[in-house]
């Protein structure tokens, strides 16, 4: 007793002195230059990603093309002069585009030049072509200039990611390609548009026709999934956990590994996905409805978690200010602390949606990392997501798909900005503070 | 009043989806061909998938990157139509998965499509490096045969302790992890070459497959090789930031970055396009895919698929494959491999 007593008699005297004060001050400013440089290394890091991701997208929006006088032969579309579509489907169109090339550059009569000269432009022009025809029949016969895309050699030889100077056997577009290349400049007939291909198109392997339209698609049918699935189940939980339970045993065991179920790495729920969505339902493989199960499996524990604690939130007199005058306890849950507690449960629904729509490493296991060039049209079709379809275009060997990784990226990270924002919004709008 | 009844039509709303949802599980039968199987033969699959799908009525099949072993596994696993049709592999068919698919009832049809070259490149700043499949080996083996012929864990920590004549900068090899099949036919082919080039080794050999297999195939673990992931492309940009470094990885990747990699000469043969087709470089493997018979009458599309792979507007010498980086089969062997395919011609071991 004598002690304690003692000592705040001693520490007044001792704090007090002109140094010990000094030291005082110094480690208060040594740790807010610590606090400032952290953020300053955060900020610096950040800038950093977004920079040389941005650096390196921004080229994959604009795409080299390549103005050809078209001549639409009768002869090469429907010999028949049928009409019929599936002649003017089956029909090879990319004939049309070699030959617009061929009466372009008419010195070229070698074999192997001509080949070459084929190579300036994508192999899906014929495509391009195909749809044009399908949709005016009207056009067979005609003569008219078209910008068809380049290959994506070209395309990245013209953007100077290869160097003009190195040696022949080391560039992919040669010498005579580059005369030609410079021959079309001169006149006009090479340039570089808006990609809206990049926004329109699914999955390919020619980094010029590759879109993210498909995996946008695939996405939002999983999410669309995800949040059917583990809002109502989250949020369900969260009320009666918070409002109806008692507080036993049971509630406590359950609480415990909701929360742990929150910590767990999400590749387990691809596995337990695979075991039982697979295996025992029979559920196709890479469809959106079992990504989605999954990813609502991961994601309804942050909802249960965010939901208490806004439910938590709500002060106790509202809900005895409502018992007070008669209602019952549902009464009371459904009419008064639900819509009090609605904005902070969005929040953390938006937040949770947001991680799963990042995620790539459950839906690995339930064979939605896929190369899928048809855009899904229900839950069942097979389907590919946004970050699924930046992993795979990391991986491939063309050089143009680089660019398109890192602007694959650019709208990810908006599309989560945009719902951070929403949450962020939904909070400032609706939050009530007591 | 109104906030409420958002609340209310929100949670309804969404349960009612989900419950719709959890009953329409589908039943119906499969439209578009399931492949599976290696990552070196996936960008030759999609590139014939997507032009089958666009060329034809068909759906396009889809197509996922497993692993050869993986797909194997996924293939085997029964004919049933939740099993995959195709699977590609890097390597042939091992005895064991050919016995798990004929216990499991399934009929395979096997497809040889063309070669693959394993290459060590460096980035172009650099010297190119020279090189014996035994130096390869001793660079990278955890254990190599001492002076005395005894078994030492690996002294060499740079390339000029080896052979004089290489230069004189750290081991630094970056390449793929134990999951690739990429990794499996570069330890047989280059790191077992170099093994029984050691008089003890051969012996070895003979008397103990297994123990040779150990010494041969185990890479060197104190950091000298770096398990690069399967990312091939994340190699190539270290290599490029690190002209020191090494790199192990397909052919494809090589030809794509010719302007900023070079590739070793491996005992005396460059690694080009007419070595590799014509056998001359020693590391180099063939590619497969292997078709399931019973699958063919159930799913649309298959043999069509097949007869679009073995067109030679695909697989040939002109081919859109060869554009993505395959090396094609000799004519001879292209003719009677598309007729055995499109016959449907079954495997046995």
Redo the contacts between chains.
């Keep these: 007793m004598t002690d304690t007593t003692a000592t705040p008699l001693t520490r007044p005297q001792r704090g007090s002195s002109p140094r010990l004060l000094r030291q005082r001050h110094a480690a208060e400013r040594r740790f807010r230059i610590y606090g400032i440089s952290a953020i300053v290394i955060a900020a610096v890091v950040l800038v950093a990603l977004l920079g040389s991701i941005a650096n390196r997208g921004a080229s994959a929006f604009f795409q080299t093309e390549i103005a050809l006088d078209i001549y639409f032969d009768p002869e090469v579309i429907d010999p028949e002069g049928t009409r019929a579509p599936d002649a003017l489907?089956?029909a090879n169109y990319q004939t049309l585009a070699k030959r617009a090339l061929a009466t372009r550059f008419p010195e070229v009569t070698d074999r192997r030049a001509k080949?070459a000269l084929t190579r300036l432009i994508s192999?899906?022009a014929g495509?391009e072509l195909r749809g044009m025809v399908l949709a005016t029949p009207a056009l067979i016969g005609t003569t008219a200039r078209y910008w068809i895309k380049s290959s994506d050699d070209v395309d990245s030889f013209v953007k100077n990611n290869?160097?003009r100077d190195?040696p022949e056997?080391?560039?992919?577009v040669k010498d005579n390609e580059i005369v030609w290349l410079d021959a079309l400049i001169a006149s006009g007939d090479l340039g570089t548009r808006f990609d809206t291909t990049f926004f329109t198109a699914s999955d390919?392997?020619?980094p010029e026709q590759a879109g993210i339209w498909g995996a946008v698609v695939g996405s939002f049918l999983t999410l669309?999934?995800t949040?059917?699935?583990s809002?109502?189940?989250g949020?369900?939980a969260a009320l009666y956990l918070e409002e109806f339970a008692p507080k036993n045993r049971w509630t406590d065991l359950i609480e415990v590994n909701i929360n742990n179920l929150a910590a767990v790495p999400s590749i387990v729920f691809g596995l337990l996905g695979l075991a039982m969505f697979?295996s025992i339902?029979?559920?196709?493989?890479?469809a959106p409805?079992v990504g989605g199960l999954v990813l609502a499996l991961m994601t309804f524990p942050t909802i249960i978690i965010a939901a208490r604690a806004a439910l938590t939130a709500v002060p106790p007199s509202v809900r005895e200010a409502a018992l007070a005058v008669g209602a019952s306890k549902l009464q009371v849950t459904?009419?008064?602390v639900?819509?009090l507690a609605?904005p902070g449960v969005m929040t953390g629904t938006i937040i949770g949606m947001a991680r799963a729509l990042g995620e790539t490493a459950p839906l690995l296991m339930i064979?939605m990392?896929?190369?899928?060039?048809?855009i899904p049209g229900s839950?069942?079709d097979?389907a590919t997501v946004l970050p699924v379809q930046i992993y795979?275009w990391?991986?491939?060997?063309?050089?143009a798909f680089?660019a398109k990784t890192s602007a694959a990226i650019l709208v990810l990270l908006a599309f989560l900005v945009a719902m951070n924002a929403l949450a962020v919004i939904l909070r400032r709008r609706?939050e009530r503070r007591w | 009043m109104i906030?409420?009844s958002?609340?209310?039509a929100?949670?309804a709303g969404?349960?009612l989806?989900?419950v719709t949802?959890a009953a329409?599980?589908?039943a119906?039968a499969?439209e578009?061909i399931?492949i599976v199987g290696s990552?070196t033969v996936?960008?030759f699959?999609?590139?014939v998938?997507?032009n089958f799908?666009?060329?034809t009525?068909f759906?396009?099949p889809?197509?996922?990157?497993t692993g050869t072993g993986g797909g194997m596994k996924l293939f085997c696993a029964g004919a049933g139509e939740?099993t995959p049709d195709i699977t590609n592999a890097s390597r042939r068919i091992k005895k064991s998965e050919y016995e798990t698919c004929t216990k499991n009832g399934i009929e395979i049809t096997e497809v040889k499509i063309g070669f693959d070259g394993i290459v060590l490149a460096n980035a172009?700043s650099a010297k190119r490096l020279t090189l014996s499949k035994q130096e390869i080996y001793l660079a990278l083996a955890k254990q190599v045969p001492g002076p005395d012929g005894k078994l030492i864990d690996n002294p060499y920590h740079t390339w000029n302790q080896i052979n004089p004549a290489l230069p004189a900068t750290k081991i630094e090899v970056l390449g793929p992890p134990p999951t690739s099949g990429t990794r499996d036919a570069f330890v047989e082919l280059a790191m077992e070459g170099g093994a029984r080039t050691f008089d003890t080794l051969k012996a070895l050999k003979k008397e103990n497959k297994k123990a040779f297999k150990a010494v041969a195939h185990t890479l060197r673990e104190d950091g000298a090789y770096i398990e690069a992931g399967?990312?091939?492309?994340l190699i190539v940009q270290k290599l490029e930031a690190n002209p020191k470094a090494v790199g192990i990885f397909?052919f494809?990747?090589l030809?794509?970055?010719?302007?900023k990699l070079q590739g070793a000469i491996v005992d005396g043969i460059e690694p080009t396009f007419e070595k590799i087709a014509g056998g001359d470089y020693g590391v180099s493997r063939s590619l497969y895919f292997y078709v399931k018979q019973q699958h063919v009458d159930q799913v649309p599309g298959i043999k069509e698929f097949v007869a679009e792979f073995t067109n030679d507007r695909a697989w040939g010498e002109?081919g859109?494959l060869v554009d993505?980086?395959l090396i094609p089969l000799p004519a001879a062997d292209r003719k009677a491999m598309r007729d055995a395919a499109n016959g449907m011609a079954s495997l046995s071991m």
């Design positions: 489907y089956s080949r192999s899906g495509f290869v160097a190195a056997s080391d560039r992919r390919s392997r020619e669309v999934v949040l059917s699935l809002f109502p189940i949020v369900l697979l339902f029979g559920m196709p493989r890479s409805i459904l009419h008064h639900l819509p609605m064979g990392v896929a190369f899928i060039v048809d839950f069942t097979p795979l990391a991986d491939s060997p063309e050089r680089v609706f | 906030k409420q958002l609340a209310m929100v949670v969404a349960t989806a989900s949802m329409a599980i589908p119906q499969r578009q399931r990552s996936f960008p699959s999609t590139a998938a997507e799908g666009k060329t009525n759906k396009t889809v197509v996922e990157s939740d172009k399967e990312n091939d492309n397909g494809s990747f030809d794509q970055n010719a302007d002109d859109y993505k980086g």
